[in-house]
């Protein structure tokens, strides 16, 4: 399965990619939004996509700005270009920043299957996801990193609410790229995964407890809707909050 943010300035567009296509029958999930590249980038350092699918004409910045932005910052994600303006230069600026397709508006449904395809089919095999935050907390204290160490313990604070690199990024005087590479390098995962996992981690607690529900369980953890907490849960842990509980519950009868 690979994730997918959408980047398009038009509202309407964007919704219509967001909610019309069968993205489950394409193999991916749609993981975040942006109406420009700036926001872009903030949604693509929470998320940690695979797939960057992004208009090329937009305010503030840019598709192509985009695209070079997530190169400087050797961000992974691969990049599918999609324009309503058919234009030779367009192409050969994709080609030149070794973006994965060039799609035209409307969008056929059936040429961005084939693009993801493509990408799945030579996407390397993930990583281990389960980060153990004691063990990421003791490497990055040993490193000495402050700005890691007070991003981490702004998670364990703030894990309830609304969490953003850019937004702790400024409360500590620094960029939203220099934390986010920080982070990254310090403990190896980016801070959408860091806040999704100490969540989790949470959210098990809360769970093994037995005294909540479990849509209680995803709002006080800061997931918010059942819908997010049971794709974040099975992600990581491979299995449901609800498949969870009931092998807990068998558990104890045992």
Wanted: contains cysteine; charged residues 25%.
């Amino acid at each position: 399965m690979l994730d997918l943010v959408i980047v398009e300035d038009e509202e309407i567009i964007r919704r219509g990619l967001v909610c019309t296509i069968d993205w489950l029958k394409l193999g991916a999930r749609v993981v975040g939004e942006a109406a420009n590249g700036r926001e872009a980038l903030r949604v693509i350092q929470e998320t940690g996509p695979d797939v960057v699918l992004t208009d090329i004409k937009m305010p503030v910045m840019d598709g192509i700005a985009l695209t070079e932005a997530l190169k400087a910052e050797k961000n992974p994600a691969k990049v599918i270009y999609l324009t309503s303006y058919a234009d030779f230069s367009y192409a050969q600026t994709a080609l030149h920043l070794d973006v994965c397709d060039y799609l035209l508006k409307p969008v056929n449904e059936a040429d961005l299957a084939r693009a993801l395809a493509k990408i799945d089919k030579s996407k390397e095999p993930a990583a281990e996801e389960v980060f153990s935050w004691d063990e990421g907390l003791k490497a990055a204290y040993h490193t000495g990193n402050p700005y890691v160490q007070a991003a981490l313990k702004r998670i364990e604070a703030g894990y309830q609410g609304r969490l953003s690199s850019e937004a702790i990024a400024a409360e500590l005087g620094v960029s939203s790229s220099y934390l986010s590479r920080k982070l990254k390098e310090e403990t190896g995962q980016t801070f959408g995964n860091l806040l999704t996992q100490y969540r989790l981690q949470r959210a098990i607690e809360m769970l093994q407890a037995g005294t909540w529900r479990v849509y209680e369980v995803a709002e006080q953890t800061g997931f918010g809707e059942y819908k997010n907490f049971t794709q974040m849960f099975k992600k990581y842990l491979h299995t449901t909050p609800k498949a969870f509980m009931q092998e807990i519950t068998v558990g104890i009868k045992l």
